[in-house]
């Protein structure tokens, strides 16, 4: 039987429909499952939702409903979005479930069993932030508010206690002994420090909330209601059968690989969940792999700062695809990043319509031209685009399986632009001008489409709407894909290939941004709400979570974000002449990939017209239009200047006018 592998998501509170960082979580973990499955793995996938407690409690009764009306509402909502996602999670929890409510049971039983001192009545008095579900020491709590800037209560209850502090020496060896257990490693270290500095035993049940599983067992302990992280961290065994009549799930798939979760819930996997765990004589979860947090002008993107960025709009346009290739390209994993709408469609048009939906249209429009309306009868097993795949796959391999996406993308990207290179370097139309259709430009025409092929296997984690069909055009065929389909050689030759509309047609920024929203007036489309940043502050006097993490802008100098505004691009130049009565000025008119453009650039001391003809220059393209000696100008050539003499900046490969640059 295959190897197995169990990953899950956060269940997500149900006190306001999913966000974008919501949606992040859920096509990360998309990402692995699909790549761990064409890798062979038997893979579990699951999410869910988190339906208890105050928050919920209160939310429903701010909006006139009954929690389980409003865990209803917003369930709904998950359920359609994962489907327009793609995510392709094997089953859905809901802590209201009965099955849960088993599982919650049995890990109390056994807990009571095994160590029947670890669980017991006792006074609680402190502070608890109804916001975060969680209590808090007199040091965590600043101005009446926690860490994260939410007013915090007052409490004193009789409660019911789980001896946590027990734990310390026993979790501390469980590091030492997986050093991985946590990750990345330097949120390990965070939570190693924590438990080093000593654990405080953990309230474990509610007498003055409702809304969640009562305490199990009679005798009056009806009116305690199971502590909501007790509740909503059990659903990753409720969810496989612990608990019920039938369990095969639970022995088949625990302990989970991968629990995949925010930065900001990792004590609660890390220390919490491991000592129920322990405490209950159950297996632990093999890693804590954790994500960083989708920004919005470097705060959180969350309800409670009210920054909230829903992407229904973005999908609607582009579908969702581009949208899963966006977040997974922009962050690194595991760091912050900001969103915007800017960046999303830079990306949109430089790496997905240029770089990938191009080559791909180049490919088979030339093979349906040059074959037929079909694949090349004959294919090459040496060439460079070939050894340029057998580099790729190995170092996407081994980025996927660290999670380190953008690398992963990377090595694709590496492909993709051999590729590119190789069509550029034995021009099949010359060949087919001069030759025909004979069994070189066969070769040239098979390698290009099978490098097209790997790539898009690749990829198909990421974009899996798009590349069953992308591998069909290729004449790849649908059909489940293996780790053998990364190998060189499975295009079949004379195998029918289609000529369609492209994948990923190009949008121009400004129109896009005019039917939208103005992008200096700071809005996106994908905005739902946004305070003056004076009432951000006012509902956030505290600093975010874990600050270390957060990328604090900078004085001079600028995000990545604001770098990204900038559209440099290579451009070929298709005319030059001098602008009269200028020393310096030339007159350019230059393909952008997009059309045609008129640039004026004061390169005329170094560069005669005639030798920049062909020549392909990297050029800001988003310029306002500007007039210099009375000739208009749409952007500006790049060049370094050593003594007043410019020298224009060129790229390595050569690539397509229309790349970007970045
Ligand atoms: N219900 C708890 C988790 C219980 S798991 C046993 C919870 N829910 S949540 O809805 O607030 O968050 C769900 C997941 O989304 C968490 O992993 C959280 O870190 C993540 N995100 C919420 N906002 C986020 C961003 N702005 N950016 C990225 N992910 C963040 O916590």
Partial sequence: MSQKFYLTTAIHYVNDLPHIGHIYENVVADVIARYKRMRGFDTFLLTGTDEHGQKIERMAAKQGISPIELADRVVADHHRLWKVLGISHDDFIRTTESRHRLGVYELIRRIQEQNPTDLYLGEFAGWYCPSEESFLTETQVIDGRCESGHPVERMTERNYFFKLSAYQERLLAHYRDNPDFVQPRSRFNEVISFV???????????TTIRWGIPWPGA???????????????????????????????????????????????IRFHSVYWPAFLMAAGVELPKTILAHGWWLRDDQKISKSVGNIVRPDAIIEQFGPDPLRYYMLREMVFGQDANYSDQAFLARYNADLANDLGNTLSRAVKMSDTYFLGKTPPVPCDDNDVMRAAEAAVPEYL???????????LDAVWKL??????????????????????????????????????????????????????????????????????????????????????????????????????????????TEEKRESPAAAAASQSGPPLETTQAVPPQAQKITIDEFMKTDLRVAQVLSAERVEKSKKLLKLRVNDGEGERQLVAGIATRYTPEELVGRKVV???NLQPAMLMGVESNGMVLAASIDGQPSLLSVDLDVPPGTRVR
């Avoid at 798939?253 to 930065?263: E, R, S, T």
């Fill in 196 to 206: 080093e500095s000593g654990l405080r035993d953990l309230s474990v049940s509610r």
């Fill in 219 to 265: 005798t009056g302990d009806a009116e305690h209601i199971i502590y909501v992280w007790l509740d909503a961290l059990t659903n990753y065994i409720s969810a496989l059968g612990f608990g019920s009549g039938d369990d095969s799930r639970f022995r088949r798939y625990w302990p989970a690989d991968v629990h995949l979760i925010g930065k900001d819930i």
């Fill in 398 to 408: 081994e980025a996927m399986d660290r999670y380190a996406f953008q690398r992963a």
């Fill in 416 to 525: 993709l632009v051999a590729t590119n290179g190789y069509i550029v370097s034995r021009e099949p139309w010359k060949h087919f001008k001069e030759k025909g259709a004979d069994e070189a430009l066969s070769r040239i025409l098979w390698n290009v489409l099978e490098a097209n092929r790997i790539v898009w296997t690749m990829l198909s984690p990421f974009l899996p709407h798009l590349a069953p069909e992308a591998l069909r055009r290729l004449g790849a065929g649908p059909g489940e894909l293996g780790e053998r389909d990364l190998a060189w050689g499975g295009l079949p030759t004379g195998a029918p290939i289609e000529v369609h509309d492209p994948l990923f047609p190009r949008i121009d920024a400004k129109e896009f941004f005019g039917a939208a929203i103005a992008p200096s007036s700071g809005g996106t489309m």
């Fill in 619 to 621: 050029i800001v393209a």
